[in-house]
């Protein structure tokens, strides 16, 4: 109800109707991980060209590609981010910018978002904002990230979600985002909230069976492996992050059983898919 009030209050104001803007335009950035294709690699085509179809001017829109293993703050990271997104506002003048991302995706615009005196870049960037949808961000981190660190069986078992232990799981560890949310990330419960929205899309589940088709969205070996890996976090997860990690910061725009086809939740790995009709949500948004 708060982001739909919100979107009426927009379009009774001055700054005005954003889905008729030629300057709209929408930026897809990432989580863990060293992309350097992640148009096909990590979104897949019909997620991209789906959400791109909201836009006024459909060729408005960006892939980001860098690397996420690092820290949030590192130059490879969020000066990487800034640095594409300052490209890309200025190359095609835009004015109003929805940037959606996946996973630790929002970690690093919340540095932006949160630290706009660490690079000159990120006014700007700021200011063209109009809203981050976060697709199951790990707000607080993820016990998992703890037991890759700690060496356990999941360094080898979560070794293709999680990149082993980069810089990124370990800033990922639970404790220390509890450090940084309270000391350099805004949105989270006892912090300033961030100048623009931060809308949480929070992965509620896994479900998977050779014979539900829905299992194969995304990809099926992936699933069963989120699957397997929710065992050891709180029973509301999408197989890597818990509940409260995706709600912590910003508000929830909704859970993904209220508003996926059939009800399904999404798990990790589909919520960065084109899966039961998150990516018409998507575009539709803008």
Sequence with gaps: MIRIALVLLLALGTTSAYATSAGTGVAFVHGTGH???????????TMVNTVRQGLVNQNNYTVINCDFEQYMWDSRAAGCLATQLTAFITSKNITDLVVITHSNGGNVMRWIMSNPTWDSRYPAIISKIRWVNALAPSSAGTPLADAVISGNVFESALGWLLGYKSDAVRMQQVSWMSYYNQNYLLGTSGRPGMSKGFWSVVGTDVETAVWDGDSYCGGYSLNVGLEITQAWLASCSDGFLEC???RAAGNVWFNDTTRMAGGEPLSHNQSRRACFGLQNILRDDL
């Excluded at 992309?35 to 085509?45: E, I, L, V």
């Design 35 to 45: 992309q350097t294709d992640a148009y096909n690699d990590y979104w897949q085509p």
């Design 244 to 246: 409260s990690s995706q």
